[in-house]
């Protein structure tokens, strides 16, 4: 099974990381208040980049990896486009 670490611009312009098997689900659940704590008050989200990793164990990585970014290097990430296309 693949997972997925994803980033979902907030109502509020902030970026959230996390990691998922099925996006669409995930960010519906965002979109209902049942995705994250830091996801309910800030809704509705939007979907800005995903990237497919191999195992549950690589997406916590990259999601760790990711997290402790700035959010201009987020951006940049963004900007680049999704990485749905290669395996991490």
Request: with cysteine.
């Amino acid at each position: 099974m693949a997972f997925f670490l994803y980033m979902v611009r907030c109502s509020d312009n902030s970026l959230y990381t996390g990691i998922t098997n099925d996006i669409d689900q995930r960010v519906e659940a965002h979109n209902e208040g049942r995705g994250a704590k830091y996801t309910s008050s800030r809704g509705p989200v939007v979907l800005v980049y995903e990237e497919q990793c191999r195992t549950r164990s690589a997406a916590l990585k990259r999601e760790i990896q990711i997290k402790g970014w700035t959010k201009a290097r987020k951006e940049a990430l963004i900007a680049r486009g999704s990485g749905r296309d290669r395996y991490v």
